[in-house]
């Protein structure tokens, strides 16, 4: 009744528009962006669905997370060249909004003639058949206008694996045990820790005094258990032990308290507090940059095995790059506020490049699902390595051509797998993106790669 009402008053039709497509991508950050290019370019009519006003995810102005990971490596080296029509020039985390380059990625996604991009929308429900996704509601955050999309082929790109979840997809949230995958960074009972979300900050020299209000709630800052620190990126970050999900606005406003207090203890009472008189809080970050929640789970888990081992799979697609890197609270931090540590650590286990199955890349028990970004089909610890950006565009391209080859041949995501791998290899080798005009100043030496030693650092054998 309240749904009805809302609806009436706000003069939205009971039933919502419907529109068809070739795919739906949900999810308008990095992964979803490729994923939705990759299939147009490759004729679907694709609609992408993003709920902010601007693209990108963690890496546009409104979180300003740098792009991560290395493209151009291993046999599929096609990959990732599409990411440098619309990458930034200048890296780094909490940033000047300009070096995200928001228009940029409009341009990208705008210059598609096969897309139809719903910016400001999100997906509040999903319409299945069976163990098919039928089509998906989506509801304007500012007018609450609903509309329907139907298609044959979805892609979950929120990170949050939200359409998955809605569709009663299979997935994981949490750290799994020690010994359900073999994985000796795993802990030894499983639990519900996640990594953390950031929000990032940073102060600017105002070249005179200025001045901050007294701001002291939940947490009492002093000499000793202040950060004496002018700006603070991924290091800052809260929430891992809240759900990522159902807890992210209390998650994201504790980040923001902590930034505030600190701050008004730095400006207001620290004794020797030169080097903060003439600083103010240039920005603050008003959504958290979340870095872990759902993995839904496809015919293939990848584990920390694979990459140890780099262990080949005839589906090999995407290759990561980054180290295994698994945040924990800061020690020094967690002995000063140990009921809500709000900084964490990190130890980079370096690997071997390694190529990532195709099976992780759509459901194993909803058959017109793909997914690509960290809500790939992956444990709590292979994470660690596929999640960062550069990587997660890569699967949206995988992604993108996997549902051309679907529409082409009437088929699912696994019937890519069992009779068309061949056709997919090849355009996985060959890419989609651009190859003239674009900035090389994303390229990666694969040679320089190929030629440094392989680095293993676990607490049980440190060589």
Same mark, same amino acid.
């Given at each position: 009744?309240?749904?009805?009402?809302?609806?009436?008053?706000?003069?939205?039709?009971?039933?919502?528009?419907?529109?068809? *497509?070739?795919?739906?991508?949900?999810?308008?950050?990095?992964?979803?962006? $490729?994923?939705?290019?990759?299939?147009?370019?490759?004729? $679907?009519?694709?609609?992408?669905?993003?709920?902010?006003?601007?693209?990108? %995810?963690?890496?546009?102005?409104?979180?300003?997370?740098?792009?991560?990971?290395?493209?151009?490596? +291993?046999?599929?080296?096609?990959?990732?060249?599409?990411?440098?029509?619309?990458?930034?020039?200048?890296?780094?985390?909490? /940033?000047?909004?300009?070096?995200? !380059?928001?228009?940029?990625?409009?341009?990208?996604?705008?210059?598609?003639?096969?897309?139809?991009?719903?910016?400001?929308?999100?997906?509040?429900?999903?319409?299945?058949?069976?163990?098919?996704?039928?089509?998906?509601?989506?509801?304007?955050?500012?007018? %609450?206008?609903?509309?329907?999309?139907?298609?044959?082929?979805?892609?979950? $790109?929120?990170?949050?694996?939200?359409?998955?979840?809605?569709?009663?997809?299979?997935?994981?949230?949490?750290?799994?045990?020690?010994?359900?995958? +073999?994985?000796?960074?795993?802990?030894?009972?499983?639990?519900?820790?996640?990594?953390?979300?950031?929000?990032?900050?940073?102060?600017?020299?105002?070249?005179?005094?200025?001045?901050?209000?007294?701001?002291?709630?939940?947490?009492?800052?002093?000499?000793?258990?202040?950060?004496?620190?002018?700006?603070?990126?991924?290091?800052? !970050?809260?929430?891992?032990?809240?759900?990522?999900?159902?807890?992210?606005?209390?998650?994201?406003?504790?980040?923001?308290?902590?930034?505030?207090? =600190?701050?008004?203890?730095?400006?207001? !009472?620290?004794?020797? =507090?030169?080097?903060? /008189?003439?600083?103010?809080?240039?920005?603050?970050?008003?959504?958290?940059?979340?870095?872990?929640?759902?993995?839904?789970?496809?015919? *293939?888990?990848?584990?920390?095995?694979?990459?140890?081992?780099?262990?080949?799979?005839?589906?090999?697609?995407?290759?990561?790059?980054?180290?295994?890197?698994?945040?924990?609270?800061?020690?020094?931090?967690?002995?000063?506020?140990?009921?809500?540590?709000?900084?964490?650590?990190? /130890?980079?286990?370096?690997?071997?490049?390694?190529?990532?199955?195709?099976? $992780?890349?759509?459901?194993?028990?909803?058959?017109?699902?793909?997914?690509?970004?960290?809500?790939?089909?992956?444990?709590?610890?292979?994470?660690?390595?596929?999640?960062?950006?550069?990587?997660? +565009?890569?699967?949206?391209?995988?992604?993108?051509?996997?549902?051309?080859?679907? /529409?082409?041949?009437?088929?699912?995501?696994?019937?890519?797998?069992?009779?068309?791998?061949?056709?997919?290899?090849?355009?996985?080798?060959?890419?989609? +993106?651009?190859?003239?005009?674009?900035?090389?100043?994303?390229?990666?030496?694969?040679?320089?790669?190929?030629?440094?030693?392989?680095?293993?650092?676990?607490?049980?054998?440190?060589?």
């Amino acid at each position: 009744q309240l749904t009805d009402f809302r609806k009436k008053m706000l003069d939205i039709p009971a039933e919502p528009e419907q529109y068809s *497509y070739d795919v739906i991508v949900t999810g308008g950050g990095i992964a979803g962006m $490729c994923a939705a290019a990759t299939a147009s370019r490759l004729g $679907c009519k694709v609609a992408l669905i993003n709920d902010r006003p601007v693209l990108g %995810g963690n890496n546009s102005s409104e979180v300003r997370v740098h792009l991560g990971g290395n493209i151009g490596v +291993g046999p599929n080296s096609g990959l990732g060249r599409m990411i440098r029509e619309f990458g930034h020039s200048k890296e780094g985390n909490a /940033k000047p909004a300009a070096n995200y !380059e928001d228009e940029k990625k409009e341009l990208f996604i705008a210059n598609e003639k096969n897309i139809t991009l719903y910016a400001n929308y999100r997906a509040i429900s999903v319409k299945t058949d069976g163990n098919r996704i039928e089509s998906v509601i989506i509801k304007h955050i500012e007018n %609450g206008k609903e509309v329907e999309l139907k298609a044959p082929l979805f892609s979950d $790109c929120t990170g949050d694996g939200t359409i998955g979840y809605l569709a009663g997809a299979d997935y994981n949230m949490g750290r799994e045990s020690r010994t359900e995958y +073999g994985e000796e960074l795993a802990p030894i009972q499983p639990d519900k820790m996640t990594m953390g979300s950031s929000v990032q900050w940073y102060s600017a020299d105002k070249g005179k005094p200025t001045r901050f209000p007294i701001f002291s709630y939940g947490l009492q800052f002093n000499e000793k258990n202040c950060e004496k620190v002018t700006m603070g990126e991924w290091k800052w !970050e809260t929430g891992m032990n809240f759900n990522q999900i159902d807890d992210f606005e209390r998650i994201r406003d504790y980040g923001l308290m902590v930034i505030y207090s =600190n701050w008004s203890f730095l400006k207001n !009472e620290l004794k020797d =507090n030169k080097k903060y /008189k003439n600083r103010a809080l240039d920005w603050v970050a008003y959504i958290a940059g979340k870095r872990e929640s759902r993995r839904l789970l496809g015919d *293939y888990i990848l584990k920390q095995d694979d990459i140890d081992k780099n262990v080949y799979h005839e589906d090999a697609s995407f290759v990561t790059t980054w180290s295994i890197d698994l945040h924990f609270p800061d020690s020094l931090n967690a002995s000063h506020f140990p009921d809500a540590p709000f900084k964490v650590a990190t /130890k980079h286990i370096h690997i071997y490049p390694y190529a990532v199955p195709y099976r $992780c890349l759509y459901s194993r028990n909803i058959e017109n699902l793909f997914m690509a970004g960290r809500n790939i089909s992956v444990t709590h610890v292979a994470l660690g390595t596929v999640r960062v950006m550069r990587t997660t +565009g890569m699967m949206g391209e995988v992604v993108g051509m996997a549902a051309s080859l679907c /529409k082409k041949y009437n088929t699912t995501p696994r019937g890519v797998y069992q009779k068309h791998l061949p056709e997919l290899k090849a355009l996985m080798k060959e890419g989609v +993106g651009k190859k003239e005009g674009i900035p090389d100043n994303q390229k990666f030496n694969e040679q320089k790669l190929l030629k440094e030693p392989r680095i293993f650092i676990i607490e049980k054998n440190k060589k």
